[in-house]
C-alpha cells in the first residue's frame, strides 16, 4: 500500500540529530522594543551557550554521532569560540535566521539579508557556506520557501508534510515533528502554565519513535536546544539513547545536509513523490 | 442497580473503532477568513492524508478491525484515492460536514447542503449514502440535530451521555467520550500550551477503558485522526492494542452503523431509556 | 515537633469519601445568561446523574464504605430517584448550594435561600436536615462562612488549611486538598488545554496520599465527581483503591458529619488549635 | 572540553536544600489592591505555616540535611515561633523581600528599605544577619542585583545561567534551575489549567537530576515551598530522596551560604568563569 523509502546502505529508517543553538536569541528577537532590565530568561538561555553546548558535544563525541546544528548568526557572533568547536567536531552548521526571526515577520528583502548575512559568519567559519535553513519554531510561509531557493539554498528542515524527504520546488525537505522536538516538552520560562517533562519520559518516548521508524521506514528529526537538552540530566539521557541507536546499527546516521542531497539521487519512480500545490487551496 | 445492555452475540461490551479523516479542512475552516500564506500548519495536517491514513488502512488490515470513517466532503473531493481506498477496505464512510464546519455556525439551510453535497460525493464512492454523522469537536446543537434527521440520517455519533447507544429523537447516539479521543492528548501545533502525551501512555490509559468496558457491559468508541494517530509510533501502539482486544474475543467490533441499527431492535424493556429533553431545562 | 491528631477509634489517621453529585448544575449557573441550543456539555454532564452515580453506588456497596454526597438543590429536584437511592444506601447528603452557586456570587440573603430550599429537599429525601456544606470549586468568603453557621450548619469542607479538622468559629471545617479531587485531574471540556491524566496514575497518586496519611496521621478527603469518577475505568480503579484501605484497616472510614461532630469532643489541649483571624491580615 | 568544578571535600558534586517559606505573602503582594473577603487560597497557603514546616523539620531532622529558608519579612514577624524553630535546628536563614515582592516592581529605595527590614527581623532571630537573596518566581533585574550589592549581601540564588556558582560583579550567584522547583510542578491554585504532578514522579525526576549532577560534577539547588512540598504524600517521598543521598555520600550537602563563600576562595584560574556583560546585548 505504501512504497518503502530507499534508506542509504539499504538501511531500515533514518535519524537525524539536529541542535538549533539559539541561546538568547528567541528573547533579543522577541523583546527588541522592550526597555527592560530584566535578565532572569536571558540568564536561562545563556546556559545554553555557556555550558550545555559542551555537555552536548562532549556526548556526541562520546557516542560518535554527526549531529546538524541551526546556528543564528548573532550567536555565532557573539559566542564565537562554541561555533569553532562545534565545526571541529565534524558537525554540519546551518542557517536559523540573524536573530531567531520567523519568516512571516520579515519582508523577502530582510529575509535574504539576515541568511546572507548569516551565511557569510557560518561559512567563515566551517569552511563552506551552509546550503540548509531551519525556521524558528517550525513557522514557513510560501514566500519564505521562495526566499530560501533564491540564495541558493539546498534544504529546509522545518516542515512536517511527511516522513521521509521531500520535494518542494528546488528545495529538498527533511521534515521535522513537534513530537520530537525538545522545546515543547523541555522549555518552562517564567509564567508557562505546565512544568517541563522528566527526561526520561521524553527518551522514552522518542526511543518508541526511532523503533517505529525502523520498522515503517521512516525519519526521525530530533530537533534541541542546548539551554534545554544540554542541561545534565537530559544530556545523560540523550547520550543513552544514542548510543542504543548507534549499536543497533538499524537507522541511517547523519548530517542533514547529506540525507537531502542523497534524496536528489533517488529515483523518483522508486517512492511517492509530493505533486500537490503547498498554498491554501480554493475550493 | 444498573441493567446490562444486551450486546450483540452475548458479548461482554462493544469497541467501536472510528476515525475523524479532517486533514487540513479544520485549518481551512478556522482561517477561512485569513489572507497569510503560513503553512507550517497545512503541512503538518496534510501527514493524514499523504502518510498516516495509509499507516492506518495496513494496521487495520494486520489486525483484522472493521473502522468507521467520518470524512469532510472536502476531503473527499481533494483526496479521493485515499476515500476510495477506505471504502475498498470494507470500512465504512459518514459525514463530517463539508468543511469541518460546527453545527452552531451554519444556519439549517447551510448546514443541510454541506451535509446534502458531503453525502453526494462520499455515497458515490461508497456505492451507499452515507447514515452516520459526527460533529467537529463534538459539539452539537438542539437544531443541529434536527437537520441530522432532516436529512434523513439514522445516527449521530458526537455526545457523551451515556455509554451504549441511545435515542435521541429519530437518531440514535452512539456515544463518545473524550477520554478515548487522541486529539486532547496528541495535537500539538505551534502556540500550544503543553507537550503531545506520549502513544504508550495514551494507548496504555485506553486498554483500561477497554478492559472496563468489558467489566461493566459499556461501549468505547475511539475517535482518531490520520494526521496524528497515523504517525508511526502511534499507529504502532494501536496496532498493538487492537490485536489485543481481536485476541480477547469479549467485545463486539464493528461499524457503528451496525451497532446504530441493531440498537432499533433492542427491546427497551430491557435497558434504561433516556427520556429527558435534552436542551436547556427551565426551572 | 507535631502533636499526634487523636483519631476515632485510636487509628493511624482518616479517609473521607465524598463526592459533589453536581452533574449539569455547574453549567447551567455558568450559562445561566447563554441563549444558546449548544447541548454537548449538558449531555456529557448528564453523564453522572444517567450512569456515573450508579456505577459509583454499586462500587461503594462493594466495598462497604459509607460516603458523603454534596448535592445541589437543583441536582435533588431533577434526579430525585437517584438522590434517595443514595441516601437509601446509608450515605449521608449534604449540601452544595441550589445550582453550584458560589458564595462570592450570592448576597447574604440568597445564599441564605439557596442553602434553606436546598436543606429542606435533602431533609426530605434523608429524613434528617444536612448539617454540612461543600463550596462550589472550594472557593469561601468570611461572609460565606456567617451565613453557614447563621442557617445552623455544624461544618464546612471546601478549605485547605489543614489536614485535619479545625475549628472556624462555630463551625468545624473538615478540610480538602486539590491533589486529592478528581476534577482537577478528570475534567475535560471543549476547548480547554490539557487532557485528562489516566486513571491509573491518579488513584496511584491518591494511594499515595492515603499511605503518607497513615505515616503522618492525617486526613484525607477525596472530593470527586459522578460526570467523572463514574465513567468505567476511573470507578474501576477507584474501586480497587478503597478496597485496599478497607483491607489495610488503618484509617478511620466515614461520613463527614461524623468526623465533625466527634472532633467538638476532642480535648483542645491535645492538638494544636488555630486561633489566626481568618481574612487578609493588615500589616 | 569542560573543566571539572572543584567541590569541597573534592567531592562529585553539590545539592543545596532550599525552602522558599512564602506562606500566603505572595497571596497578599498580589492582590493588595483587592478589597475582596475571598479566603480560600489564604487558608490554602497557610497549610505551610501551620502545619508543612513542621513536616519539613522534622523530615531535615530525620535525614539529617542542613537547608536554606528564605523568609519573607512578613512571614517571619507572623509566624515568628516557627522561624524561631528552623533557626534553632541550624538551617540558614535569608532573604525573599519582606512580603514577597519581585526586584522589577520597586524602586532601588523600596528594595533598599525591605530587604534592611526583613534583614533585621531574621537576624535577630538568627543571631546574625542573613547574607543571601532569592527573588520572588526567579525574576531578576540588572538593578535589583546592585540593590543586592548596596546592602551587603554576598550571595544571590535566583538565576539559571549556570550549574555551578559564578560571580556576578560582587555577588556569587547560586544557581537554581526551574526543574528542580517544587512550584511548578505542585501549585495548583483555584483557575489553574493543569493538575499537579504526582509526588513520586517529581522524587524520581528530581534523583535523575541529582545523579547526573554527581556524573557531571555539578550543583543541584532544590527549590521547595512548605505550603507545597510540606504536605504528607510529598515531605515523604523527599525524605527517601534526601536519605539516599545522605547515604551515597557523592554530593556536597549543605548550607547556600557556606557555598557561596567558598566560591570566593577557589582559585579562578581552575574553571571557567563568566566575563560576559549581562543586560540585554546591543547588536
Known sequence: MID???WPDELDGALCVSFDFDGESPYLWRTRRDESDEIAELEQRRYGPRR?????????????VPATFFIPGWIAAHYREAVVEIAAAGHELALHGWCHEP???LSDQEMRETLTRASGLLGDIAGAAPIGYRSPSFQMTLRGLEVLASVGLRYDSSMMGSDRPYL???LVEVPVDWT????????YTAGDVRPPVPAATVIESWAAEIKAAARLGTLVTLTMHPW???RPARVTELGRLLQEVRNSGHLWLG???DL???????PKASFTTIADSLGRPHD
Chains 1, 2, 3, 4 share one sequence.
Open 255 to 257: 548530517h542533514i545536509s
Open 4 to 6: 518503502r523509502y530507499p
Open 260 to 266: 537531502a542531497e542523497y534524496h536528489r539521487s533517488v
Open 180 to 187: 520530537t522536538d525538545d522545546a515543547i516538552f523541555y522549555r
Open 103 to 105: 519568516p512571516g515577520a
Open 52 to 64: 550545555g553546548i559542551y555537555n552536548i558535544l562532549t556526548m556526541l563525541a562520546e557516542v560518535s
Open 228 to 230: 534545554m537538552s544540554g
Open 168 to 170: 518542494i520546488g528546488d
